[in-house]
């Protein structure tokens, strides 16, 4: 079985809110146990988290050997104050905030940093997002300041051109990755960086009600149109779910992530060789 490159532990794939309540007086062990359980149960023996800001994550490693699963994690994704990211992560004001977040990631044991440098879908409004995202400036410092202290960098990003922006600085990851336009494409293949293009959080929320359908659909076959290009320029596009999304649980999710990449035309060869770079790339002590 593929392992699950990109899952948030924290979440439940049913209420997030609630889910995160879990965890207000300490991590909830049970719940961080059930959740690997699931995993466990659908065959998944790997797992890389994108984070959390209550330690539920750093608490999954620490058990998931006992499910025979090896856990990676960033601890808590970073944003930059007033941008999306609050939902798995801490904030900087300033470019001294941001180094300091960085150290005390690796001071926490972080395999790796998680950055968050867009927004995320309007599942209402095919084709936009809920914020520009940052600077190309910005995205280029925030992943060479992670390089520099040694560590690999998994970027949540969606837009074209913040998309080339963050392949161009060097990513080692590019998570999600809605709206790629060919060169940004072409820019992903040449450098053979791992892509989780997460279809699940967007293709299983068709007839749930909470979007128009139409809307969903739209972004979905965007993307699916992407990948599809993407697979046939040989880019590397890795089994990433974000379970623990809405409508997007933890081992059954996985499985749903896989079957959109297969309708994209993407070779268990493909993913394979995706999640190998993943776990030599993601991973303490580069």
């Known amino acids: 079985m593929l392992g699950e490159c ?12 609630k889910a995160v309540a879990l965890h207000e007086k300490g991590v909830c062990v049970a719940a961080v146990r059930t959740h690997l359980n699931e995993c466990r149960d659908a065959g998944i023996r790997f797992v890389r988290d994108g984070g959390d800001a209550r330690e539920v994550s750093k608490l999954a490693r620490e058990l998931a050997p006992e499910y025979g699963i090896d856990y990676r994690t960033p601890v808590f994704a970073i944003h930059r104050r007033g941008h999306y990211g609050g939902i798995v ?52 410092y925030m992943i060479h300041t992670a390089h520099d202290a040694g560590m690999a960098v998994m970027a949540h990003c969606n837009g074209d051109r913040t998309c080339f922006w963050t392949l161009e600085a060097g990513v080692d990851s590019l998570e ?85 990449l297969k309708d994209a035309g993407v070779s268990d060869a493909g993913l394979f060789a995706a999640e190998d770079r993943i776990r030599k790339v993601f991973r303490r002590g580069l």
């Not at 990109?6 to 809110?17: C, E, L, S, T």
């Not at 004001?93 to 950055?115: H, M, R, T």
Request: proline share 3%; glycine share 10%; aromatic share 10%.
């Open 6 to 17: 990109h899952a948030h532990m924290i979440m439940d794939g049913i209420n997030y809110k």
């Open 176 to 260: 999600h990755g809605f709206f790629m336009e060919e060169e940004t494409l072409h820019l992903l293949a040449e450098r053979q960086i791992p892509w989780m293009p997460t279809f699940a959080p967007v293709g299983n929320l068709l007839g749930c009600g909470r979007f128009p359908d139409e809307e969903v659909r739209k972004n979905l076959e965007m993307q699916m149109e992407r990948v599809k290009k993407a697979a046939s320029l040989h880019a590397c596009i890795g089994l990433g779910s974000d379970a623990g999304a809405y409508l997007v649980p933890h081992g059954k999710g996985t499985l749903d992530e896989y079957h959109y």
């Open 89 to 140: 992560g801490h904030y900087f004001d300033d470019w001294q905030g941001y180094k300091e977040l960085v150290a005390q990631a690796k001071e926490e044991g972080a395999d790796f940093i998680k950055l968050m440098v867009s927004g995320i879908l309007d599942f209402a409004h095919a084709g936009t997002l809920s914020e520009d995202g940052l600077t190309r400036e910005e995205i280029r």
